[in-house]
């Protein structure tokens, strides 16, 4: 088995994860993203969407890190990592789709700015990444893996992005729950021949996007300071109408930024 991928792409992290979990081998081919590779004939013949990652098992091409999970899972038989009845396994379908959505317009997208210097504006996908992680930390509240009593391609799809979102800028301090079941993952047998990512991340990018990050902070604490200085200024020309400008809203903003911090 082949799979075509990028060293800091966190979908192809997603299938090598998986291949090293179930213990086969399997040889990596670098592609080359910064150079076009990806939209390159050769590239697009094999995924026409020219993205990473790509699996050829012996001339069986397969493209999309959630398909290659799906794949492999049949292909090895594999009902402990994708079960055959239709509650479970509509069940991880379920957690596949975050995988694509959530996880991609969230976390994902929030490292992409990090990483690759993707335009994001960093508070709408981080701020999605946190709603993502709220979720997940509610459904982890009695439950140690997302779907059923073991490990399925569910856990193994939303780990790569949601371990690695602190290199996005997205803090998981406050998440013990999502933290408990990233360990839990990192504790099964194979998971150590997946590197993980951050070593790669080049440490300059890091550093701009925190510094840009914590200027979009001061912005908005200014942003909310002469609010608060005006709605001060009104209240003490007319305390009424003071009292009705301080709605609950401005609460919630100066507290939304906060929590970004
Ligand atoms: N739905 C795809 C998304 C894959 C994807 O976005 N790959 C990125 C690297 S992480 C890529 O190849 N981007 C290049 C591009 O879209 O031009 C999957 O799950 O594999």
Redesign the pocket.
């Known amino acids: 088995m082949k799979l075509y991928y ?1 060293p ?5 992290h ?2 090598r994860l998986f291949i090293s979990l179930l213990g086969e081998p399997f040889e990596l081919i670098a ?1 080359d ?1 910064k150079s076009g590779a ?2 390159k004939p050769e590239f697009l013949s094999l995924n026409p ?5 790509v699996l050829d098992d012996d001339g069986i091409v397969v ?6 999970l799906v794949y492999l899972a049949k292909k090895f038989d594999r009902k402990d990592w994708l079960p055959g009845d239709p509650r479970a396994a509509a069940q991880i379908q379920r957690w596949l789709s975050v ?2 959505g959530e996880v ?1 317009f969230g976390p ?1 997208a929030a490292r992409l700015i990090t990483v690759f210097g993707a335009k994001h504006n960093p508070e709408d996908v981080i701020g999605r990444a946190h709603v993502l992680l709220r979720r997940l930390e509610t459904h982890l509240t009695d439950a140690d893996w997302l779907v059923g009593e073991g490990p399925t391609i569910a856990d193994v799809a939303l780990y790569s992005y949601v371990a690695r979102a602190p290199e996005g800028n997205v803090d998981l301090s406050g998440y013990a729950r999502v933290n408990a079941f990233l360990r839990r993952i990192e504790a099964l047998p194979g998971l150590s021949a997946s590197p993980p990512l951050r070593k790669d991340v080049p440490r300059a990018r890091l550093r701009r996007a925190r510094s840009q990050r914590r200027r979009n902070w001061h912005d908005e604490r200014s942003r909310v300071g002469e609010k608060a200085r005006y709605l001060a200024s009104r209240r003490n020309s007319d305390p009424g109408q003071g009292r009705r400008c301080r709605p609950d809203g401005d609460r919630r903003s100066a507290r939304g930024a906060g929590s970004y911090a």
């Not at 800091?8 to 192809?12: A, I, N």
């Not at 969407?49 to 990652?53: A, E, R, S, T």
């Not at 493209?63 to 290659?68: E, L, P």
């Open positions: 990028h800091l792409s966190g979908h192809s997603r299938a592609v993203l990806h939209k969407f020219g993205q990473v990652p493209s999309d890190s959630n398909a290659i995988a694509a991609a994902a």
